[in-house]
């Protein structure tokens, strides 16, 4: 081969490697700035509209509890119900078949190091991701023990089903549908489940990059930073599930006279209420512009400080309203829940007043 031909080459090489570590530099970079509601949303199933998020280590951590995959069931069992008692765990979708995971899977909230469960028309799925060093074939071997099908590729659906599932939860308080199926992405720590193979095969596929991803609420996930909980849904459920329609007769008449006195209030395009690591409560909104998200910074500071009809009461007797502030297109609103409320697990579902749209 000429010698100039063979320096060409090897600059077309050299130039090739560049870019292609460059874009991996640039992924790593990405990855290692994100957190984890933000990579784990990134990965989520582009059509969900309802998510909720569960940093399982957070929790542990905020508890003062140590667990592990050798964990008892009574131990876990306690750890969960200080859990619920702390408003922290209502988000999740494993409590109640916990001790079977435990027991007869090798993972549960005592060892997963977070979970999001997400939700549309089309189906459901709940993404783990599993601490370093977890061991995957194990895992796989206790499947197939339990009485799943192993799929043909390492990454495909293992079967499992309801008369299964009714099997491995007799005698106990059962096992929810979301662990119909599951599959496994080692490379990634990841688990998944579902209670439907096809949906959970294209989450799968969505998640580890043959397919599309990400849920498109990034304003209000990135703006509720680092939460031990959050519940995170689209603007079309938070108008649909969780504002005044759904309160009867009487609270839509004084919410509508409520609303003509905070001033006006525009449709959100996300929405996300979060626990902090210090407890308190984060509630992010977001709105098509700048200019909505100001006019609505007010009139939901006025909402969220008067009476809560569809709730009872006032919300003064379940929070302190803390700063509310527009930053760009989100409006934040900070509630310190008062000593015994459980603002996460009573607020996150309609209907809400100053959730309206």
């Not at 499947?143 to 008369?163: E, N």
Request: glycine share 10%.
């Amino acid at each position: 081969m000429p010698k100039k031909l063979t320096l060409a080459l090897g600059l077309v090489l050299v130039l090739v490697l560049v870019a292609v570590g460059g874009v991996l530099g640039i992924r790593w970079w990405h990855d290692s700035h994100r957190t984890n509601l933000q990579q784990a949303m990134a990965m989520a199933p582009p059509a969900a509209q309802r998510f909720s998020w569960t940093d399982w280590t957070g929790v542990r951590n905020e508890l003062g509890v140590d667990l592990d995959e050798s964990t008892t069931s009574s131990a876990l069992t306690k750890f969960l119900d200080k859990g619920y008692d702390a408003d922290l765990t209502s988000t999740s979708a494993l409590v109640q078949s916990a001790p079977v995971l435990q027991v007869q899977y090798g993972f549960s909230p005592a060892s997963v190091d977070w979970e999001l469960f997400s939700q549309s028309d089309a189906g459901a799925v709940v993404m783990l991701h599993m601490p370093d060093g977890y061991d995957f074939d194990l895992l796989a071997d206790r499947l197939s023990s339990l009485g799943y099908t192993r799929p043909a590729k390492d990454t495909g659906v293992w079967l499992g089903g309801v008369d299964l599932l009714a099997e491995l939860g007799a005698g106990t308080n059962g096992i929810t549908p979301e662990l119909n199926h599951i599959a496994l992405d080692a490379g990634d720590g990841l688990i998944f489940t579902s209670d439907d193979a096809d949906y959970l095969g294209q989450a799968v596929q969505d998640a580890i990059g043959d397919g599309d991803s990400g849920s498109g609420l990034d304003d209000v996930v990135d703006a509720s930073g680092e939460p031990l909980s959050a519940a995170i849904y689209s603007g079309d459920y938070t108008c649909e599930k969780l504002a005044m329609s759904q309160a009867d007769e009487t609270d839509q008449a004084q919410a509508d006279e409520l609303i003509a006195a905070a001033g006006k209030v525009n449709p959100m395009t996300g929405f996300a209420m979060s626990v902090q690591p210090d407890r308190d409560v984060r509630v992010a909104m977001s709105f098509e512009n700048d200019d909505q998200a100001k006019t609505n910074a007010d009139s939901r500071a006025a909402l969220a400080s008067g009476p809560a009809p569809g709730q009872g009461g006032d919300f003064a007797d379940r929070f302190d309203l803390g700063p509310v502030q527009a930053d760009g297109s989100v409006v934040t609103m900070d509630l310190q829940p008062v000593e015994g409320q459980y603002v996460l697990s009573d607020l996150s579902t309609g209907p809400l007043l100053f959730a309206t749209c």
